[in-house]
């Protein structure tokens, strides 16, 4: 039993080494000459932005990925000098304080082109910003026909650099087809080819995701963009099916991230207890109860209520009742060494079981992504 973090009540481990691991399969995969982003939009898929972007940098990524002007300043604080790109929106009301932290951003409206077009005149100082053209997904990006006009509007500008030109898959990782990948990518490269028929030449053209990366490499292009992948985890089943489809040896991917607490209390309680709120659970015998001190607030999802379970002393615990704010109660009458202060493992291995991101997803009906990301970025990380 490890006996490490005895004083603290819950807090998150990332192990350094299954990501610099899981960035070389990603850079084997692109080549040394493609520029690998790491993306580490919210708050690093719930790792830790400055934990891992410190690891990634070192370990050979060349650019960091965020999705707001906050989550740039809050590395250009912390004294990472890489190139960020800013994926997400910025209001105009940030965009001076983009220029200060020397953040590149995403831009597909006229009116932020415009702002930044008079700020960079007013400071004196020079913008990269990357044009985002729509291919099928419909979030952000401008309509192909437009890409022109707002390369022009752009080049009215001195201060503006135009760095990038790029798009997002929409529908990927969600199939075992490859059709509508394959109409964004025709749509982007016919946006690259208007665009040089206008002899409109953009360094750093990109697209591609996890998913992407490792199924198209028609899709790299200048630089990849990697989020789940670098954190250890397949996009979802069907990603990892594909590869098997299309006879590709797939990577190894060693998922980074343990999510540990202590037992706060050990309970005896009789036959037919009601448990927790709402009374869901009835103890149909009489049993001990771990209750342990993390809830929905940490990003311990809800829907796990009843029906996930943690790890003790190497063995399963399943929870009992509904995922409080704060409190989850397991039931440990069958690991008669419990105890108080007890390590618990709610993501993670511990002996020979293991709870991956993936499974707790499975249950609470949503995506390795979503549980990941809402870890509350207050609980401890900690890089071993
Ligand atoms: C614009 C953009 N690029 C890249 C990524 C990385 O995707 P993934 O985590 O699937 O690699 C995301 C993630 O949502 C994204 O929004």
Partial sequence: MKSTNRD?????????????????????????????MAVVKANAYGHGLREVSEIVLSAGADWLGVNSVEEGINLREAGFDAPILVLGAALRG??????????????????????????????KKRVRVHL??????????LRAEDLVRFVRRIQKHPGLVLEGLSSHFANIEDTTSSAYPDLQLKAFLAAVDRLGRERIEIPVKHMS???????????HFDMARVGIGLYG???????????RLQKREPIELRPVLSWRARIAQVKQVPKGSFIGYGGTFRTTRAARLA????????????????????LVRGRRAALRGRVAMDFITADVT??????????????????REVITAEFLASLAGTISYEILARLNPQIPRIVI
């Avoid at 304080?97 to 007013?122: M, P």
């Avoid at 995701?209 to 899709?219: K, N």
């Fill in 8 to 36: 603290i009540i819950q807090w998150i481990e990332i192990d350094r080494g299954a990501l610099v691991h899981n960035l070389r399969q990603f850079r084997s995969l692109i080549g040394q000459d493609r520029t690998l």
């Fill in 94 to 123: 940030d965009l001076e304080k983009a220029f200060r932290h020397d953040l590149r951003l995403t831009v597909y409206n006229t009116e932020t082109i415009d702002a930044l077009g008079r700020l960079a005149a007013k400071l």
């Fill in 334 to 351: 069958d690991i008669p060494g419990a105890r108080l202060e007890d390590e618990v493992t709610l993501i993670g291995g511990n002996g």
């Fill in 233 to 243: 985890l397949w996009p979802s089943k069907e990603t990892l099916l594909s590869c």
């Fill in 209 to 219: 995701c996890t998913a992407s990366s490792i199924l198209f490499p028609s899709t």
């Fill in 132 to 141: 985002k053209v729509e291919t099928g997904t419909y979030r952000q990006g």
């Fill in 291 to 310: 209750v342990i001190p993390v809830g929905y607030y940490d990003g311990y999802d809800r829907g796990l209520s009843n029906s996930a379970y943690v």
